[in-house]
């Protein structure tokens, strides 16, 4: 088949724009805020990988690095059919993400040898140029205040992140969009013109972060440039990276703090990187109270970890075990750390395991590039955005993001030069099972939108007990025949007042829920419907857990006011804090249906 066949071309295209829209989509409601960047992720590379099937490929190339998402594979999967996991349907979700990153390093692979590394990674870092330009420009106008309708621009109250909702994921994704503007410098692509604008548009934006992360991302990038220059990087070139970079950082250090002094940006309350580390390393980081709670939980369940999907609720129970004059940040969902997190989740000797592979992957992958100088600057730019990730994985968790995994599978497959070719003879099956995949994706979109669309609460609507109570029911429906029943189980338990006459039902909502969303409120709520059930014992030992777990003064007056509120009305309304405020009229809960009886799959 010829390397320009329009399935091959298409393929191409659906890459790029797998590694450029989700990053730039501006949509992101509760309950799942990186739903649409991550479904959008997820379909545009299993079309790829279906549109490269429909080239009829005689063989696939199969990268060594496929053991890493294949060793988590089959760790979720033993924990799936251990019951290990509170919450199943978490459990799929991540093998199904495993699964899709594994095949798209196949992909990635596969087409690098038939299409060739460089032509491939043209396309790709094209993409990433584009949609770092275009989350820049967000990130510009949120700074300036722009009034821009919200399905173009994600508003913000407060700190610059974008269209992704997270200054630390915008920072990282902004210096890989302009390590690829340097890239396509030094391939002489395209003229130093076109460097200076892209440079003043991407470096400012990072600025505007005000994050710490794009701090370090900087330094590191520009310690690395000056420590080693590449034998095929002639001085010149090399000056101009130094140069590039050195000027990059300066701007990103200088926009945010220079800005704060122009009176028309309207920006006195705007920190910038400089005031959150001098805060972070007075008041100490939030991310040193997670790794000291992870700490606990690893050492709770060393051997086999905690679960995939229970460390939210996990981290609780550490974070009341904390020093009692320590500061807390219970219920957070991620360990921040990669390793930490595969510990906390796997257990100790898996983390050991993934470390020790990943380090001989890592060893045998570099010998291999310094081998090989025909891909030396493909090679350069692979490992510098490589470096961006890992750098990150180990203080936040973008491989938790959909778009971000996608984007490193792809990566570490280009990488790889160790790799195995499978024969395909039995192209029909592949396509069959490949072509399932957007169709369960595009069930699973229906069933979020619906989700989000009944959560929007419309002026029109405000005070309508009927239409409040046709949304609860639907929430009711998804929590029973949708892949997203437990946040739609969430979603209700989040929604439903306490009430005397059915406490008994929106306990075990409650309860399910709560192995999901931890919250004072959300804890407090159970606690009070285990009060009201008669558990007394029970609801006081929740009490006493979450007392201990949130230790900020608005926290505890939170948890007071709300356990003095629902522990000694009478009669409780069925509907949302929002609603409740505007439904002066509403006299009769809604009911709740009984089907939502059924367990989340615990």
């Not at 990635?108 to 584009?130: D, E, H, N, T």
């Not at 639907?474 to 997203?484: C, G």
Request: glycine fraction near 6%; include cysteine; charge should be positive.
């Amino acid at each position: 088949m010829s390397p320009t066949s329009p399935a091959l071309r298409l393929t191409l295209c659906l890459l790029g724009l797998m590694v450029a829209l989700p990053f730039v989509q501006p949509i992101h409601h509760r309950p799942l805020p990186s739903f649409y960047e991550e479904w959008l992720a997820v379909m545009l590379g299993s079309l790829a990988w279906l549109t490269y099937l429909m080239s009829r490929p005689s063989q696939l190339q199969i990268p060594g690095i496929v053991w890493l998402p294949g060793v988590l594979l089959a760790a979720t999967l033993l924990q799936l059919l251990t019951g290990l996991i509170q919450i199943p349907m978490l459990g799929i979700f991540q093998s199904g993400f495993l699964l899709w990153a594994a095949l798209l390093a196949i992909l990635s692979a596969s087409l690098a040898q038939q299409l060739g590394r460089k032509k491939l990674l043209r396309v790709l870092a094209l993409s990433i140029l584009a949609g770092a330009l275009g989350s820049a420009l967000s990130a510009i106008f949120q700074r300036l205040e722009t009034p821009l309708p919200g399905w173009l621009i994600m508003p913000t109250p407060g700190r610059v992140y974008g269209n992704m909702g997270q200054p630390n994921l915008l920072a990282t994704y902004l210096w890989a969009g302009l390590l690829c503007l340097i890239h396509f410098r030094e391939q002489q692509q395209i003229r130093l013109g076109f460097v200076l604008p892209g440079l003043l548009i991407l470096a400012t934006a990072i600025g505007f972060t005000a994050s710490r992360t794009a701090l370090l991302h900087g330094v590191v990038l520009l310690c690395l440039a000056a420590w080693y220059r590449p034998a095929t990087l002639d001085a010149a070139l090399w000056r101009q990276r130094l140069g590039i970079l050195f000027s990059s950082l300066i701007l990103v250090i200088a926009a945010n703090a220079l800005s704060r002094w122009l009176p028309w940006l309207h920006t006195a309350n705007q920190v910038d990187a400089f005031d959150r580390l001098r805060a972070g390393l007075i008041g100490s980081d939030a991310r040193l109270w997670i790794w000291r709670d992870t700490l606990t939980m690893i050492l709770d369940h060393p051997w086999f970890g905690n679960g995939v999907g229970n460390y939210a609720y996990n981290n609780v129970s550490a974070s009341a075990r904390a020093p009692l004059d320590a500061s807390t940040l219970a219920g957070c969902e991620h360990a921040h750390n990669f390793l930490l997190q595969i510990a906390a989740d796997f257990g100790l000797p898996l983390a050991l395991l993934i470390t020790f592979l990943s380090a001989r992957w890592l060893w045998r992958t570099a010998q291999d590039i310094r081998q090989n100088h025909d891909h030396a600057r493909s090679n350069e730019l692979l490992c510098a955005l490589l470096c961006l990730i890992v750098i990150h994985s180990q203080l936040e968790y973008p491989l938790w993001h959909g778009e971000f995994l996608g984007l490193t599978a792809v990566m570490l497959g280009l990488l790889e030069y160790r790799q195995r070719t499978l024969q395909l003879p039995r192209l029909l099956i592949l396509k069959s099972a490949s072509l399932v995949v957007p169709l369960l994706l595009t069930s699973l979109f229906l069933d979020y939108h619906r989700l989000d669309q009944n959560l929007i609460i419309r002026p029109a609507e405000i005070g309508d007990e009927a239409h409040w109570k046709k949304r609860m029911q639907v929430f009711a429906d998804l929590s029973l025949h949708s892949p997203l029943a437990p946040y739609a189980r969430g979603t209700l338990a989040v929604l439903m007042e306490p009430n005397h006459p059915q406490a008994k039902q929106q306990s075990a909502i409650c309860e399910a829920a709560m192995q999901l969303w931890i919250s004072p409120v959300l804890m407090t709520k159970c606690a009070a419907l285990r009060n009201m059930n008669g558990q007394t014992q029970a609801a006081e030992t929740l009490l006493q857990l979450q007392r201990q777990a949130f230790r900020s003064q608005e926290e505890q007056s939170l948890i007071d006011e709300l356990w003095q509120k629902w522990t000694t009305s009478a009669k409780s309304t069925y509907v949302s804090n929002t609603s409740n405020a505007s439904n002066k009229n509403a006299t009769e809960s809604a009911p709740v249906p009984k089907e939502t009886l059924h367990e989340s799959g615990r």
